[in-house]
């Protein structure tokens, strides 16, 4: 059964630093991988997608690696906002269904 | 296109009584997906469909729920005799399965927040 890890379960940062979130998952045999964003009582908004054969994909001030052989996917965040405030969920795909299984995020808090 | 829409946004009700949301996937998905998320945890797989045929079932979802994609468009999901342990935020995601136009990502609506007195 896959599992997907996200440690530390909270973060807080100074506004302007670079920080990396990371995710950790069980089973190798992945589909694909997704960064989702959600802010409090919201959806999920989808950041980034990784395709197994990936290594990485980059949208804006966000990069998101893959290293499917060790079972681990960072987001790294570059010159962090207030704005980036959210909580940061990563999940993983096993089959072409498209099921996730999701870790349960990282609360990330930025301070001006 | 206006995204994945669910309604309603919020639902108070009381043990007992029957509850149903609805999910509007964005045009031309012909995958649906349901998860249930509770405070503090990722959200849980329950359900998908792909057009009207619903292809997997958690065992999450007990005999007092049951969701339906009549048309192939628009889902429901139905809880019946509400427990406190329904308390979550309902998910609704869509996805193209089409060759040539599938990246596998799944796009998610704000979700119906379930609250049970």
């Known amino acids: 059964k896959q599992e997907v890890t996200q440690i530390p379960a909270a973060l807080s940062v100074p506004e302007g630093e670079n920080l990396v979130l990371n995710c950790s998952f069980t089973?190798?045999?992945?589909?694909?991988l997704q960064w989702f964003r959600q802010d409090p009582g919201k959806g999920l908004t989808s950041l980034l997608l990784?395709?197994?054969?990936?290594r990485e994909q980059t949208s804006g001030r966000l990069n998101a690696s893959l290293d499917k052989s060790s079972g681990r996917s960072t987001l790294y965040i570059a010159a962090s906002q207030p704005g980036d405030s959210a909580t940061y969920l990563c999940?993983?795909?096993?089959?072409?269904?498209?099921?996730?299984?999701f870790g349960k995020g990282i609360t990330l808090s930025v301070r001006p | 296109d206006t995204g994945v829409s669910q309604n309603p946004r919020h639902k108070i009700t009381k043990r007992g009584q029957n509850v149903t949301f609805r999910c509007d996937p964005i045009?031309?998905?012909?995958?649906l997906y349901w998860y249930r998320q509770t405070l503090g945890q990722g959200p849980e797989f329950l359900t998908y469909?792909?057009?009207?045929?619903?292809?997997?079932k958690s065992r999450l979802l007990s005999d007092r729920f049951s969701a339906e994609r009549p048309k192939g468009s628009f889902s429901t999901l139905e809880i019946q005799r509400t427990e406190q342990g329904d308390s979550a935020m309902y998910l609704c995601?869509?996805?193209?399965?089409?060759?040539?136009?599938?990246?596998?990502?799944?796009?998610f609506g704000e979700g119906s927040r379930l609250t049970v007195l």
């Open positions: 045009s031309e998905h012909n995958r």
């Open positions: 999940a993983v795909t096993t089959g072409a269904n498209s099921k996730l299984t």
């Open positions: 995601a869509s996805r193209s399965s089409w060759r040539g136009g599938d990246t596998g990502e799944l796009f």
């Open positions: 990784i395709q197994s054969s990936q």
């Open positions: 089973d190798s045999a992945i589909y694909n």
């Open positions: 469909f792909q057009n009207e045929a619903q292809l997997e």
